[in-house]
T-cell receptor
Framework: QKEVEQNSGPLSVPEGAIASLNCTYSDRVSQSFFWYRQYSGKSPELIMSIYSNGDKEDGRFTAQLNKASQYVSLLIRDSQPSDSATYLCAVQGAGGFKTIFGAGTRLFVKA | DTGVSQDPRHKITKRGQNVTFRCDPISEHNRLYWYRQTLGQGPEFLTYFQNEAQLEKSRLLSDRFSAERPKGSFSTLEIQRTEQGDSAMYLC?????????????FGPGTRLTVL
């Protein structure tokens, strides 16, 4: 079992729709969770971080964390073609330094 | 632009040659990380520095790989006797000890191609 699992996609949604990206992790003591966006050939760019159970909203993005289910998700509302990218889920343990990334989910937003 | 810089951005080398990459973190960041990313995969942790001390090394980091951060500022990653399997994007990230979130900010990466 991989430490951080994501559906590789591609996930295709029409412009204006909600895109839902999911991630599960195996280490129960994980404390910090991040979503990064990565365009082809570029480096990861931080979108959101979340540490407590529940929802965290930032503009069109909402991160959801459920530690009991070891599950974290990212919702993108009003999806735009410019949101087309690979979304990486990252999980950080109690030590606070080693971050494990999932393989990413490719998102396509059709105009 | 996160403020983390890497040099060079691209490197093409022949198998067996040595290569060295440089990372300059955000100026006040005392934690520095190296990752390797291959096509279709997420970044894989290689090593981590807090100030000048190398505190963690992945077992992915074979004896051909060495990293330094001599004065706690910039860092170098050297690969000796490169192999075709070393072809990847090498990413550097930095974070601040005082940041309770320990959010890591990535540089643009160095893309290595070993022929």
């Amino acid at each position: 079992q991989k430490e951080v699992e994501q559906n590789s996609g591609p996930l295709s949604v029409p412009e204006g729709a909600i895109a839902s990206l999911n991630c599960t992790y195996s280490d129960r003591v994980s404390q910090s969770f991040f979503w990064y966006r990565q365009y082809s050939g570029k480096s990861p760019e931080l979108i959101m971080s979340i540490y407590s159970n529940g929802d965290k909203e930032d503009g069109r993005f909402t991160a959801q964390l459920n530690k009991a289910s070891q599950y974290v998700s990212l919702l993108i509302r009003d999806s735009q073609p410019s949101d087309s990218a690979t979304y990486l889920c990252a999980v950080q343990g109690a030590g606070g330094f080693k971050t494990i990334f999932g393989a990413g989910t490719r998102l396509f937003v059709k105009a | 632009d996160t403020g983390v810089s890497q040099d060079p951005r691209h490197k093409i080398t022949k198998r067996g040659q040595n290569v060295t990459f440089r990372c300059d973190p955000i100026s006040e960041h005392n934690r520095l990380y190296w990752y390797r990313q291959t096509l279709g995969q997420g970044p894989e942790f290689l090593t981590y520095f807090q100030n000048e001390a190398q505190l963690e090394k992945s077992r992915l980091l074979s004896d051909r790989f060495s990293a330094e951060r001599p004065k706690g500022s910039f860092s170098t990653l050297e690969i000796q006797r490169t192999e075709q399997g070393d072809s990847a994007m090498y990413l550097c990230a930095s974070s601040l000890v005082g940041d309770p979130t320990n959010t890591q900010y990535f540089g643009p990466g160095t893309r290595l191609t070993v022929l």
